[in-house]
């Protein structure tokens, strides 16, 4: 471990680049791809990554286009993708050496580079090191502990945002019928201020648009959100969006360089073959954003009032052209008191707050008032804010004035990052329960689920902390390292009777372990799963409310690994016993019984049209809610059939 001084000794300061992808993303990949999964092996994976039938991304959530390229993926998804198809494996022999006191001093680096986990392994109370233990030991002893509580309200599920649809559904059945909504996930700590924004605003808390509507729209504005580094296929998009003449608005603190521009690697994306070879060797992209706003940090809602004034001005100045006010009269509410509250707001508090002037806000309202559509994407820059709530209100508001959503290429995007986070969401990973979900998933399975409000992400760290939780089950993602106050969560963590993290990979959650420690190690996404009922798939749900399957090519790198949904059932089957309700060995036999239980349950829109409840923004006198929008597009959820590929 390198000590403070040492590592501000190696500190650099270059100038920012430019220039995003092109050559360097090529070598970058590839260097990661073939060191850690081999030549062959590598180029395979990267053959079946995001293609159709193939392995969906362990990255990011940004939607698969219709029509695949044959490099249908960018350098983080090539990073993911070789961490987990790595051979490598540590198990038995690796936990002798090393005492989890001394791997807990290890960073993540080191710990992801020792390879796969291949068996079952516990960490028993008052010992230093992890040792084998069978899977049936380990399920029996889970259960112990689960039905040895006061309450089932002392056990947290926690969920990682790479859990399958197929997986995070079982999860949640089983927390439920063990008598708990302590579902954490990491929504709690990325995009929950979305969730609750939009669902306030317009009824729907997810992304209104597909990928074509992005790509054919004739503005975008990214705010809070880096592309070329949280999603860098974002950038693809963004460059067919260009080639059809959309402009860009960037308002973020940094010129980021996927933002300035951008050198696509993929040379199936270029109409003249010439051009590539001589774009990557030149590193010369195309210019992306047409104007960028350095918002001070947190201004984003000032930029956004001061950009809604000027369309106010605007139409003031040329009336009834400017906003769309049959849309605002039949589809929202709340516009007189929207407008009084954004008078009052004074032009120098918007430039105290932006950080910017008049001038430069202006010229960005004028690109809006000259676009006829527009999209609005954002993430984590945005949602992380105290005001986060209320700035996404806002970016509602500015579609509203004008009837940007609801239609073809306009609407909103907010732009999840795990590759499943959303999906996660969808199938019912929350702390709270959906009436409408209760009452079809207590009719499905003939149950009665709790009906208190389980913990959420910091309630989860509180309850642990005062010993109100004694079991915490991790189904993946990194708990400690994810979320905030570390030493509050390790010490939390510590103080459980049993801690059990699922996982591919070794990490700190694991080593910050309660008096008793579980690692089941499950298969990869690349893997093949073989269950009763032969080979199986999982499913993700992209940021744009894709469904898309997953199927593994690569065998096993050990025969100890187990799928996420078959450890979901062996847990139910063992904790719950006769008191389930739920038929476990079939749906783990074939995940078509799980596909077809979940429409049942009412949780995709299955309407050819999206409806948008009644309802009003948070935010007092400064609001817009949407009445009733519907019929002017189609639903953007496709859904997959059982045993049907999309």
Same mark, same amino acid.
């Given at each position: 471990?390198?000590?403070?001084?040492?590592?501000?000794?190696?500190?650099?300061?270059?100038?920012?680049?430019?220039?995003?992808?092109?050559?360097?993303?090529?070598?970058?990949?590839?260097?990661?791809?073939?060191?850690?999964?081999?030549?062959?092996?590598?180029?395979?994976?990267?053959?079946?990554?995001?293609?159709?039938?193939?392995?969906?991304?362990?990255?990011?959530?940004?939607?698969?286009?219709?029509?695949?390229?044959?490099?249908?993926?960018?350098?983080?998804?090539?990073?993911?993708?070789?961490?987990?198809?790595?051979?490598?494996?540590?198990?038995?022999?690796?936990?002798?050496?090393?005492?989890?006191?001394?791997?807990?001093?290890?960073?993540?680096?080191?710990?992801?580079?020792?390879?796969?986990?291949?068996?079952?392994?516990?960490?028993?109370?008052?010992?230093?090191?992890?040792?084998?233990?069978?899977?049936?030991?380990?399920?029996?002893?889970?259960?112990?502990?689960?039905?040895?509580?006061?309450?089932?309200?002392?056990?947290?599920?926690?969920?990682?945002?790479?859990?399958?649809?197929?997986?995070?559904?079982?999860?949640?059945?089983?927390?439920?019928?063990?008598?708990?909504?302590?579902?954490?996930?990491?929504?709690?700590?990325?995009?929950?201020?979305?969730? +609750? #924004? /939009?669902?306030?605003?317009? =009824?729907?808390?997810? *992304?209104? @648009?597909? %990928?074509?509507?992005?790509?054919?729209?004739?503005?975008?504005?990214?705010?809070?959100?880096?592309?070329?580094?949280?999603?860098?296929?974002?950038?693809?998009?963004?460059?067919?969006?260009?080639?059809?003449?959309?402009?860009?608005?960037?308002?973020?603190?940094?010129?980021?360089?996927?933002?300035?521009?951008?050198?696509?690697?993929?040379?199936?994306?270029?109409?003249?073959?010439?051009?590539?070879? +001589? #774009? /990557?060797?030149?590193?010369? =992209?195309?210019?992306? *954003?047409? @104007?960028? %706003?350095?918002?001070?940090?947190?201004?984003?809602?000032?930029?956004?009032?001061?950009?809604?004034?000027?369309?106010?001005?605007?139409?003031?100045?040329?009336?009834?052209?400017?906003?769309?006010?049959?849309?605002?009269?039949?589809?929202?509410?709340?516009?007189?008191?929207?407008?009084?509250?954004?008078?009052?707001?004074?032009?120098?508090?918007?430039?105290?707050?932006?950080?910017?002037?008049?001038?430069?806000?202006?010229?960005?309202?004028?690109?809006?008032?000259?676009?006829?559509?527009?999209?609005?994407?954002?993430?984590?820059?945005?949602?992380?804010?105290?005001?986060?709530?209320?700035?996404?209100?806002?970016?509602?508001?500015?579609?509203?004035?004008?009837?940007?959503?609801?239609?073809?290429?306009?609407?909103?995007?907010?732009?999840?990052?795990?590759?499943?986070?959303?999906?996660?969401?969808?199938?019912?990973?929350?702390?709270?329960?959906?009436?409408?979900?209760?009452?079809?998933?207590?009719?499905?399975?003939?149950?009665?689920?709790?009906?208190?409000?389980?913990?959420?992400?910091?309630?989860?760290?509180?309850?642990?902390?005062?010993?109100?939780?004694?079991?915490?089950?991790?189904?993946?993602?990194?708990?400690?390292?994810?979320?905030?106050?570390?030493?509050?969560?390790?010490?939390?963590?510590?103080?459980?009777?049993?801690?059990?993290?699922?996982?591919?990979?070794?990490?700190?959650?694991?080593?910050?372990?309660?008096?008793?420690?579980?690692?089941?190690?499950?298969?990869?996404?690349?893997?093949?799963?073989?269950?009763?009922?032969?080979?199986?798939?999982?499913?993700?749900?992209?940021?744009?409310?894709?469904?898309?399957?997953?199927?593994?090519?690569?065998?096993?790198?050990?025969?100890?690994?187990?799928?996420?949904?078959?450890?979901?059932?062996?847990?139910?089957?063992?904790?719950?016993?006769?008191?389930?309700?739920?038929?476990?060995?079939?749906?783990?036999?074939?995940?078509?019984?799980?596909?077809?239980?979940?429409?049942?349950?009412?949780?995709?829109?299955?309407?050819?049209?999206?409806?948008?409840?009644?309802?009003?923004?948070?935010?007092?006198?400064?609001?817009?809610?949407?009445?009733?929008?519907?019929?002017?597009?189609?639903?953007?959820?496709?859904?997959?059939?059982?045993?049907?590929?999309?």
């Amino acid at each position: 471990m390198k000590k403070p001084h040492q590592i501000e000794s190696n500190l650099k300061i270059s100038k920012p680049p430019d220039t995003s992808a092109g050559r360097h993303a090529i070598e970058g990949a590839l260097k990661q791809v073939f060191s850690k999964a081999g030549v062959i092996r590598g180029s395979r994976g990267l053959l079946h990554l995001n293609q159709k039938g193939g392995v969906d991304c362990q990255s990011c959530a940004w939607p698969d286009p219709e029509h695949r390229t044959i490099n249908e993926f960018c350098e983080n998804g090539a990073k993911a993708f070789a961490d987990e198809a790595m051979t490598e494996t540590i198990g038995r022999d690796f936990f002798a050496k090393y005492a989890v006191s001394e791997l807990r001093q290890r960073d993540d680096y080191w710990l992801n580079k020792q390879g796969r986990l291949a068996e079952p392994v516990i960490k028993k109370s008052g010992s230093d090191h992890y040792e084998p233990i069978s899977w049936e030991d380990a399920f029996q002893l889970i259960a112990s502990e689960l039905n040895a509580l006061d309450s089932p309200n002392e056990a947290i599920f926690y969920t990682s945002g790479r859990t399958s649809n197929e997986a995070a559904f079982l999860y949640q059945l089983f927390a439920r019928q063990f008598g708990t909504n302590n579902l954490p996930d990491c929504s709690n700590m990325c995009h929950e201020s979305t969730s +609750v #924004a /939009l669902s306030e605003a317009i =009824g729907l808390g997810k *992304a209104s @648009i597909v %990928l074509e509507d992005l790509e054919t729209t004739e503005l975008i504005i990214v705010m809070g959100q880096n592309p070329g580094t949280n999603s860098p296929r974002m950038l693809s998009s963004l460059r067919r969006a260009k080639m059809n003449g959309a402009k860009i608005i960037s308002i973020n603190p940094l010129a980021e360089a996927g933002l300035v521009e951008f050198v696509d690697p993929n040379p199936q994306h270029y109409s003249n073959p010439l051009k590539y070879p +001589v #774009a /990557l060797l030149a590193d010369k =992209g195309i210019p992306m *954003a047409d @104007i960028h %706003l350095p918002v001070r940090i947190g201004g984003d809602m000032a930029v956004l009032k001061g950009l809604m004034k000027v369309i106010l001005e605007r139409e003031s100045e040329q009336p009834s052209s400017i906003l769309d006010h049959e849309f605002i009269r039949q589809k929202t509410s709340g516009f007189d008191e929207f407008i009084n509250s954004l008078n009052k707001v004074a032009w120098a508090e918007i430039e105290f707050g932006s950080g910017l002037t008049k001038e430069q806000i202006t010229a960005a309202a004028e690109l809006i008032v000259a676009s006829p559509t527009m999209v609005t994407c954002w993430a984590m820059g945005i949602t992380q804010h105290r005001d986060a709530v209320a700035t996404i209100e806002d970016i509602v508001n500015l579609h509203l004035l004008r009837g940007q959503i609801g239609k073809p290429r306009a609407g909103l995007c907010p732009v999840r990052g795990h590759s499943n986070v959303q999906g996660d969401r969808t199938m019912g990973i929350w702390e709270k329960m959906n009436p409408r979900f209760r009452e079809n998933l207590e009719t499905e399975f003939n149950f009665q689920t709790p009906k208190d409000d389980g913990f959420n992400t910091v309630h989860a760290i509180a309850a642990m902390r005062d010993g109100r939780a004694k079991v915490f089950f991790a189904m993946g993602g990194n708990f400690l390292t994810a979320t905030p106050d570390t030493h509050v969560v390790a010490e939390g963590l510590s103080q459980c009777k049993l801690t059990v993290s699922v996982l591919t990979k070794l990490n700190h959650t694991a080593l910050t372990s309660g008096r008793t420690s579980l690692i089941l190690p499950c298969l990869g996404r690349s893997e093949i799963d073989r269950g009763a009922g032969g080979e199986q798939f999982v499913s993700t749900e992209s940021t744009m409310l894709n469904v898309q399957m997953s199927k593994g090519i690569y065998e096993p790198v050990s025969e100890h690994l187990r799928s996420e949904p078959w450890i979901v059932c062996q847990l139910a089957k063992v904790t719950l016993g006769d008191r389930t309700t739920v038929d476990w060995d079939a749906m783990c036999a074939d995940y078509d019984r799980i596909r077809e239980a979940i429409p049942h349950i009412g949780l995709h829109h299955t309407s050819p049209d999206i409806r948008w409840s009644d309802g009003y923004c948070g935010i007092p006198g400064a609001l817009i809610g949407l009445r009733q929008l519907r019929g002017r597009r189609k639903s953007a959820t496709r859904h997959l059939p059982p045993g049907g590929v999309h």
